[in-house]
C-alpha cells in the first residue's frame, strides 16, 4: 500500500508543480526516492518549487525550504556556470509573492549567513541553475563561521567527493527547529537550530544522513571526515525530528532497512 500511495503522491506532486516545472527533470528528481511527504493530518501551508537543479517544499510559515531534494551524478560539477560572474545573485524568489517569502532585508544584519540547502557548487552544469541556486527560498538562516561557512561546507564539498565513486546520489537537506523558533527580519524568517543531510545511492542502496548543529562547530584540527562522525545518525531519527517520511517510492522492505542503517562513514577520494 505504501509504494502504490507513494506513486499517486508523486504523479500529485508532479501535478501540482508550476507548468514551466512540471517536465521530465522534474518528474525524474522525484522519481527515485519519492517527494518527502509531511506526516499527520495536516501538512504545514507549503508549495512545491521544481528548479533546474534541485526540487524543494517552501513552508509558508517559517519562509524557509522544509526540504531540498537534489540527484547528483558527475556532470553537474562540469561547465562554465560560475558563481563569480553572477553579480549580487542572492535574491527573493520570483515564484513567491512578498509577504510569503524571506527577503534580502530579512538577512540584512541578522547575524546569520544565508544558507544553501542546494550549493551553488552543484550547479556548473547550467546558468539558470547556478542563478536559481541563489534564490532565498533554497536558504535558511545559517551560522556563518564554523557552520556554513565550515562544518557545512565541508559536508557539501564531501557530498561531491562522494558522488565520484557511487556515480548517482539523491541528497536531502533541509532545516530542524525547536517549537518555538528564533526569527530574523520583519518577514520573521524561522532560525533552525540544526540541518540535516540524508544521501542516498540508489545502485548500491545504502544511505548516510547527517545532523549538524547551527552554531559554529570547532574541528580541533580534525579532519572534515573525522568532524563529521560525531553528527552521523539514522535516516529514520530525522524523520522523527523533522515530521516527514522519506524514500517513500521504496519497497517497505528496502525503506525499512535504510531508514534504520546503522551510522557508518562512507570511505573518501579525490575529487572528480
Not at 504523479?11 to 521530465?24: E, Q
Not at 526569527?183 to 548500491?204: C, E, M, S, W
Not at 562547530?217 to 522519506?246: H, S
Request: glycine share 6%; net charge neutral; with cysteine.
Amino acid at each position: 500500500m505504501r509504494v502504490l500511495a507513494s506513486i499517486l503522491s508523486l504523479v500529485l506532486v508532479a501535478w501540482a508543480l508550476p507548468a514551466a516545472a512540471a517536465d521530465d527533470d522534474c518528474k525524474a528528481m522525484l522519481s527515485i526516492t519519492g517527494a518527502p511527504e509531511y506526516k499527520g493530518s495536516e501538512a504545514p501551508d507549503h508549495t512545491i518549487l521544481c528548479r533546474a537543479g534541485y526540487v524543494l517544499s517552501y513552508n509558508k510559515n517559517r519562509l524557509t525550504p522544509d526540504w531540498v531534494l537534489e540527484v547528483l551524478n558527475t556532470d553537474r560539477f562540469k561547465g562554465t556556470a560560475d558563481r563569480t560572474a553572477l553579480k549580487n545573485p542572492f535574491a527573493p524568489d520570483p515564484d513567491l509573492k512578498p509577504g510569503q517569502r524571506s527577503e534580502l532585508k530579512d538577512y540584512a544584519a541578522s547575524g546569520y549567513d544565508r544558507g544553501h540547502m542546494a550549493p551553488a557548487a552543484d550547479m556548473k552544469f547550467s546558468r539558470e541553475a547556478m542563478i536559481e541556486s541563489f534564490y532565498l527560498s533554497n536558504m535558511a538562516p545559517q551560522v556563518g563561521i564554523g557552520m556554513n561557512r565550515g562544518i557545512w561546507a565541508d559536508l557539501e564539498k564531501l557530498t561531491r567527493i562522494w558522488v565520484c565513486k557511487h556515480n548517482e546520489l539523491v541528497a536531502i537537506s533541509g532545516p530542524i527547529y525547536a517549537e518555538a523558533p528564533e526569527t530574523v527580519g520583519d518577514d520573521k524568517v524561522a532560525v533552525p537550530t540544526a540541518f540535516y543531510k540524508i544521501l542516498y545511492d540508489p545502485q548500491r542502496k545504502r544511505i548516510i544522513a547527517f545532523v549538524l548543529p547551527n552554531k559554529p562547530v570547532d574541528k580541533a584540527g580534525k579532519t572534515a571526515v573525522e568532524a563529521l562522525k560525531q553528527f552521523m545518525v539514522k535516516a529514520g531519527d530525522i524523520e522523527d525530528r523533522v515530521g516527514l517520511t522519506f524514500l517513500d517510492a521504496l519497497t517497505p522492505r528496502d525503506r525499512t532497512r535504510l531508514l534504520d542503517m546503522a551510522p557508518a562513514m562512507w570511505s573518501r577520494l579525490d575529487l572528480c
